[in-house]
C-alpha cells in the first residue's frame, strides 16, 4: 500500500514540471538585439588650490565678541518714556507668553508671586518688580492674580502704557487685558 502511494505521488509531482522553453528563448532573443549605451563619464577639470589666507581673523561661524548692538534711542519731548539705564531683573529675559504664576504667598507682610519661565526655571517676584520684553512693572498681586503695566512703541518714539495681568489659571501664552 505504501509503495503504491510513492508511485502515485511521483506521478503527480511529476506532472508539474515547469515549461519556461519559451521564456527562456525570448530572454536569449532579448540579449542578442539589444544593444546597451552607456554614457561615458564627464571628464572634470582640476581648478586651482584655494589657499585660506584670513586664519588670523574671526570665523564667520563664531559671533562678534564684545561688539555690543548699539541702539539708537530716539525720544519725544513730553511722551512716556521706559528707563533704559536701569539694569534689567531676570524675568525681564522672557516674554508675557512665556511666563506663568504658579503661585501667591506674604512673607512679613509683603505679597510674593511666583513665576515660572517656560524654561522650567521659578522666580519670585513682588510690587515694583519687572517683566517680560516691554518693561513691565508689577502694580499688584492679589488672589492668584499678577497685574502689570507694560511700555509698548507707538513708532513714533514714544511709548504708551497697557495694563495687563496674569493669573494662576492662565498658562503660558495667554495674556489676559
Not at 572634470?44 to 539708537?72: D, I
Amino acid at each position: 500500500m505504501k509503495a503504491l502511494k510513492v508511485v502515485v505521488a511521483i506521478a503527480v509531482l511529476s506532472g508539474c514540471e515547469a515549461k519556461i522553453d519559451d521564456l527562456q528563448t525570448f530572454v536569449a532573443e532579448v540579449k542578442t538585439n539589444t544593444s546597451v549605451n552607456i554614457e561615458p563619464y564627464p571628464e572634470f577639470e582640476s581648478k586651482p588650490t584655494f589657499v585660506y589666507s584670513a586664519k588670523t581673523l574671526r570665523s564667520p561661524f563664531q559671533r562678534p565678541r564684545n561688539t555690543g548692538v548699539t541702539v539708537k534711542v530716539t525720544t519725544q519731548p513730553n511722551c512716556d518714556q521706559p528707563d533704559f539705564n536701569r539694569t534689567k531683573q531676570p524675568l525681564q529675559g522672557f516674554g508675557i507668553d512665556a511666563l506663568s504664576v504658579t503661585g501667591v504667598f506674604e512673607s512679613n507682610g509683603k505679597q510674593w508671586a511666583l513665576i515660572q519661565a517656560n524654561t522650567g526655571s521659578l522666580f519670585k517676584a513682588t510690587i515694583g518688580d519687572y517683566l517680560g520684553l516691554f518693561f513691565g512693572k508689577i502694580n499688584s498681586i492679589k488672589n492668584g492674580t499678577v497685574s502689570y503695566t507694560e511700555m509698548l512703541p507707538d513708532g513714533a518714539g514714544c511709548w504708551q502704557k497697557k495694563q495687563a495681568t496674569l493669573t494662576m489659571t492662565s498658562k503660558a501664552g495667554e495674556n489676559n487685558v
